[in-house]
């Protein structure tokens, strides 16, 4: 098992910067890939970005291409989302996950509890 928990979600001001910390225990020999995926109410669940863990292979959904920044902490087994030029429409419950590879990423069960990032206009 992986276990993951995320942190630096929080109410900010459109136009402002937030950075998402997602640190990895347990079995971290499995999260070969680390990402964010976020949940808006009433919405589905939308792919932020991800990264390889040993590797700099990173992708971006369309939404965040360009304002959003996926990085990692070896030391510390810790995954970070840097977003900028927030809108109101980042309002979200973000999600880390891990899995052996990009493509698995929707469907693995490793699971942060989520964190809460509101943008104010």
């Known amino acids: 098992q992986v276990q993951l928990v995320e942190s630096g979600g929080g109410l900010v001001q459109a136009g402002g910067s937030l950075r998402l910390s997602c640190v990895a225990s347990g079995r971290t020999s499995e999260a070969f890939v680390m990402g964010w995926f976020r949940q808006a109410p009433g919405k589905d669940r939308e792919f932020v970005a991800a990264?390889?863990?040993?590797?700099?292979?990173?992708r971006y959904g369309d939404s965040v291409k360009g304002r959003c920044t996926i990085s990692r902490e070896s030391a510390k087994y810790t995954v970070y989302l840097e977003m900028n030029s927030l809108k109101p429409e980042d309002t979200a419950v973000y999600y880390c996950?891990?899995?052996?590879?990009?493509?698995?990423?929707?469907?693995?069960?490793?699971w942060g509890q989520g964190t809460q990032v509101t943008v104010s206009s």
């Open positions: 996950c891990a899995a052996r590879s990009l493509d698995e990423l929707s469907t693995t069960d490793y």
């Open positions: 990264r390889t863990w040993l590797g700099s292979q990173t």
